[in-house]
C-alpha cells in the first residue's frame, strides 16, 4: 500500500488517507467474501453433492438487502471522498502566492519577490497557494507527500493549495502525459521552517548574481537548467526535440520563414528571436509549435546570458 509508506507532509493527508483506507478496506471486504462464497458454492453445488438443481422464484426481502446495503455503502464512500475533497477547494485568504509555469518539460516557480526557482520551496506551516498556468499543453502538478494533484489546463486559471507540516524534501511530478520527456519532470518541494524560509526568500544575492557578480556565461547556464532549455536541447551534439546547441553560435542554419527556406547566420539577433519568438524561423528538420515563446519569463539581461553561454559552447 504505497500511499501508507509515503510520507505524510500536509494537512489533507487525514483526509484523503481516511477516504482512502476506507474504501480499500470495503473493497478487500468483498474481495475476501465473494471469493470465499464462490469457492464455497463449487464444491456445494456441484454435481456430485447436489446432482438436481433446484428453481428459485425469487425473494423480495433478499432484493431490498441487497439494495439498501450496497447505497448505504456507496454514500458512506461518497461523504469521505467530499469530506477530504472540498476544503482543497477554498485557499485561506492569508496564502503565501506562487505562481507555477508548466511547460513541455519543466514546471517553473515564480515569487512575487522576483525569484525564480526550478525546486518549489515553501514555509512550514502557513498555506500555500500554487497559481498554476500552463503555456502549451495540459500538465498536472503531483506532490504524493501532501496528497494534492491539480491539472494545469492551459487557457484557464487553476490553482492548488496546502499547508506543509513537516520539514523536509519531497518529490513533485507531472501527472498527465504530455509528450516525450513527460517523465523528465520531476522536481522537488522543500518545506523549511518560517524563519529559515525568510531568509531563503529575501536573499537577492543569488539573483544579483545572476545579474553580474558571477560570469555571464555561468549566469546564462544556470538560467538554462533553471527554466528547462536543457529538455529539448543537448550541449553534446544529439539531437532532441530541438537542434543541439553544441557549435550552434556562428555557424549557418538552414530555416524556414513563412513559406520559404534560407539559410541564416546564427547571431545575437538570431539566438534572440528563436527565443522570443520560436515559430518566426524554424529550424529545417525540426518541428513547428514546440518551443514555445519565453517573451515576458527571460528578460533581455537574461537572454544576453544565454548568448554568453552558449559561445562557450564550441
Ligand atoms: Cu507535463
Known amino acids: 500500500m504505497y500511499i ?8 489533507f493527508v487525514e483526509g484523503v488517507d481516511k477516504a482512502f483506507i476506507i474504501i480499500f478496506a470495503v473493497c478487500f471486504f468483498f474481495l475476501i467474501g465473494l471469493t470465499a462464497a464462490m469457492i464455497y458454492f463449487i464444491f456445494r453445488y456441484n454435481k456430485k453433492r447436489n446432482p438436481k438443481a433446484t428453481q428459485i422464484e425469487g425473494s423480495t426481502t433478499l432484493e431490498i438487502v441487497w439494495t439498501v446495503i450496497p447505497t448505504i455503502l456507496v454514500l458512506v464512500l461518497f461523504y469521505y471522498g467530499w469530506a477530504g475533497w472540498i476544503p482543497m477547494k477554498t485557499a485561506p485568504k492569508d496564502s503565501f502566492e506562487i505562481d507555477v509555469v508548466a511547460r513541455m518539460w519543466n514546471f517553473t516557480f515564480q515569487y512575487e519577490n522576483g525569484k525564480r526557482t526550478d525546486t518549489l ?9 500554487l497559481n498554476l498556468k500552463s503555456l502549451d499543453v495540459v500538465h498536472s502538478l503531483y506532490i504524493p507527500a501532501f ?3 491539480e491539472d494545469v489546463v ?19 511530478f507531472c501527472a498527465e502525459y504530455c509528450g516525450l520527456q513527460h517523465s523528465y519532470m520531476i522536481n522537488l518541494v522543500k518545506v523549511m521552517p ?3 524560509f525568510n531568509t531563503w526568500y529575501t536573499d537577492t544575492t543569488q539573483q544579483a548574481a545572476s545579474e553580474n557578480i558571477d560570469s555571464p ?7 538554462m537548467t533553471n527554466i528547462g532549455c536543457f529538455a529539448c536541447h543537448s550541449q553534446d551534439g544529439s539531437k532532441l526535440v530541438g ?5 550552434i553560435y556562428g555557424h549557418e542554419v538552414t530555416v524556414k520563414t513563412g513559406g520559404e527556406t534560407r539559410t541564416v547566420m546564427v547571431d545575437d539577433e538570431y539566438i534572440k528571436r528563436s527565443i522570443y519568438e520560436p515559430n518566426a524561423d524554424v529550424v529545417e528538420g525540426f518541428n513547428k509549435g514546440l518551443m514555445v515563446s519565453y517573451q515576458g519569463q527571460l ?4 537572454v544576453e546570458q544565454i548568448i554568453e553561454y552558449l559561445k562557450t559552447l564550441k
Open 194 to 196: 518560517q524563519e529559515e
Open 147 to 149: 496528497r494534492v494533484k
Open 243 to 247: 537542434p543541439s546547441f553544441k557549435g
Open 4 to 11: 501508507l509508506a509515503s510520507p505524510q507532509a500536509s494537512n
Open 299 to 302: 528578460t533581455d539581461t537574461e
Open 154 to 172: 492551459p487557457g484557464r486559471e487553476k490553482f492548488l493549495w496546502f499547508t506543509p507540516t513537516n520539514e523536509g524534501i519531497y518529490d513533485l
Open 121 to 129: 520551496f515553501v514555509p512550514q506551516d502557513k498555506p500555500v497557494k
Open 217 to 223: 556565461t555561468e549566469a546564462g547556464k544556470r538560467i
